[in-house]
T-cell receptor, first 115, second 112 residues
Framework: AQSVTQLGSHVSVSEGALVLLRCNYSSSVPPYLFWYVQYPNQGLQLLLKYTSAATLVKGINGFEAEFKKSETSFHLTKPSAHMSDAAEYFCAVSEGGTGGFKTIFGAGTRLFVKA | DTAVSQTPKYLVTQMGNDKSIKCEQNLGHDTMYWYKQDSKKFLKIMFSYNNKELIINETVPNRFSPKSPDKAHLNLHINSLELGDSAVYFC???????????FGEGSRLTVL
């Protein structure tokens, strides 16, 4: 069965500092991995996805994530935080089936950005 | 044009009532989903439909009944509402081969 663990329910960084949000997954088959962002009172939107191509994935808003199979990790990074990055971030794993994908989400990490 | 739209955005109701949430997507996707997000932001899949066929039903009480009249619409009807049903319900869609989910803005249900 697939599962996702996000380390740290809250992460606080200063504006301009490195952002690192941690995600570990388990999956019985090669997974599809995603990071989504949720701003207050909105739905989730995709930041980036890994689908077995390049292990370093670049997404929107300067975010990127690296798939490390040996560590079963898919950590999200951004070199320099901006105030507008403050939001809830979700790591997710998907496995395909005959009817499509079943996506399981981590518990989320709230990112705070200090001025 | 909104890609995935849900109505209503807010519902406030009494225990024991019945309520429905509607969802429509104009992305041409063949798979639609309902997710429940609780007060701690935890997201749990409830149902998925592929071309009007129920594919995933995740141990949801049978008070919850999804219905997909066509592949662009997925509705959720909830009978005999309970306090624990209070949450934000998200509709999402995806293309069968992609896995990437497109979410609506959510419907916040408050049961008093």
């Amino acid at each position: 069965a697939q599962s996702v663990t996000q380390l740290g329910s809250h992460v606080s960084v200063s504006e301009g500092a490195l952002v690192l949000l941690r995600c570990n997954y388990s999956s019985s088959v090669p997974p599809y991995l995603f990071w989504y962002v949720q701003y207050p009172n909105q739905g989730l939107q995709l930041l980036l996805k890994y689908t077995s191509a390049a292990t370093l994935v670049k997404g929107i808003n300067g975010f990127e994530a690296e798939f490390k199979k040996s560590e079963t990790s898919f950590h999200l990074t951004k070199p320099s935080a901006h105030m507008s990055d403050a939001a809830e971030y979700f790591c997710a794993v998907s496995e395909g089936g005959t009817g499509g994908f079943k996506t399981i989400f981590g518990a989320g990490t709230r990112l705070f950005v200090k001025a | 044009d909104t890609a995935v739209s849900q109505t209503p955005k807010y519902l406030v109701t009494q225990m024991g009532n019945d309520k429905s949430i509607k969802c429509e997507q104009n992305l041409g996707h063949d798979t639609m989903y309902w997710y429940k997000q609780d007060s701690k932001k935890f997201l749990k899949i409830m149902f998925s439909y592929n071309n009007k066929e129920l594919i995933i039903n995740e141990t949801v009480p049978n008070r919850f009944s999804p219905k997909s009249p066509d592949k662009a619409h997925l509705n959720l009807h909830i009978n005999s509402l309970e306090l624990g049903d209070s949450a934000v319900y998200f509709c999402a869609s995806s293309h069968k081969a992609s896995g990437e989910l497109f979410f609506g803005e959510g419907s916040r249900l408050t049961v008093l």
